[in-house]
C-alpha cells in the first residue's frame, strides 16, 4: 500500500499544519479528514482493492476499472452536505482510509461507513478517533438526531469501535452474508444523538 504514500509538500507559508493541497472539513490530533479530490483517484482505486475493504463491498473482487471510475465520479459529485471523506494520516502524509455519513435530510438520520485500507493502519485507534470527529459533526454541525449502518457479525474491530461510541445493535439477519466461505450476519447498529458523547 506505500502507492498511498504522499511525498509531503513543505508546509506552504502560514500553513504549519502541512494540510496544504487538502480541503479539510475535521481534524483530530492524527488525521485530517478532507474532502477527495481529483487527484486521489489512485489513493481511493487502491482503497477499494485492499482485501479488507473489497470484501465489503457487494460486488465480486478485483472491482472492474470502469466501477471504481463510477464510484469515484459520484464520490467528487456528491453534494458538500453529504460526507464521504478521505482520512489522511498526518505523519507520515498519507491517504489511508474514507469515512462517510450518508444523510437522509428528510428524517434527519445517516449512513455511516469507514474503512481503513493498509492492516498496519488499522488497531492503533485511528479509526475511532475518525469515527468521533464524523459523528460529533454529525450530531452538532449536521443536525443529524441519528446514525447508523450495517456490519458483517464477524468484524470484531467495528464492533467494538462502535460499541465504544455508545451504538447499540438493532437489528441482525442471521447467516445473511458468504463471505469467505462462511455464512455470516448481518448486523444493523444505531447512536441516537441524545445519547452522544458516550460516558467516559
Ligand atoms: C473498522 C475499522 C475502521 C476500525 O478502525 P481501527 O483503527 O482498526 O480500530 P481501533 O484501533 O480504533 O479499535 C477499535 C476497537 O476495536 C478493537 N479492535 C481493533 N482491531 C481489532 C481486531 N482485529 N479484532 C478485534 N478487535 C479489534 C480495539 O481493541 C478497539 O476496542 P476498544 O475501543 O474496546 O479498545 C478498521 O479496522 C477497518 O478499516 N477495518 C476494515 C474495514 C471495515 O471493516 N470497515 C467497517 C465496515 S462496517
Excluded: Y
Amino acid at each position: 500500500m506505500e502507492s498511498l504514500v504522499d511525498d509531503p509538500p513543505p508546509p506552504a507559508p502560514g500553513d504549519p499544519s502541512g494540510a496544504s493541497g487538502l480541503d479539510v472539513v475535521l481534524t483530530t490530533p492524527r488525521l485530517w479528514l478532507a474532502r477527495f479530490r481529483p487527484e486521489d483517484r489512485d489513493a481511493h482505486r487502491a482503497l477499494l482493492d485492499a482485501p479488507a475493504l473489497a470484501r465489503l463491498l457487494p460486488v465480486p473482487a478485483p472491482i472492474s476499472d470502469e466501477l471504481a471510475a463510477a464510484v469515484f465520479a459520484q464520490i467528487l459529485s456528491l453534494p458538500p452536505e453529504q460526507l464521504h471523506l478521505a482520512i489522511w494520516r498526518k505523519a507520515p502524509r498519507a491517504l489511508i482510509g474514507s469515512i462517510g455519513v450518508h444523510q437522509d435530510p428528510r428524517d434527519r438520520h445517516g449512513a455511516m461507513s469507514i474503512g481503513l485500507g493498509d492492516a498496519a493502519d488499522r488497531g492503533h485507534g485511528l479509526g475511532t478517533e475518525a469515527a468521533r470527529a464524523v459523528i460529533g459533526h454529525a450530531f452538532t454541525a449536521l443536525g443529524l438526531r441519528k446514525l447508523w449502518f450495517d456490519h458483517h457479525g464477524d468484524n470484531a474491530a467495528v464492533r467494538a469501535a462502535a460499541e465504544r461510541l455508545g451504538f447499540r445493535e438493532v437489528g441482525r439477519q442471521r447467516a445473511h452474508c458468504l463471505l469467505d466461505g462462511a455464512w455470516v450476519d448481518w448486523v444493523t447498529m444505531e447512536l441516537f444523538a441524545e445519547a452522544w458523547p458516550p460516558p467516559a
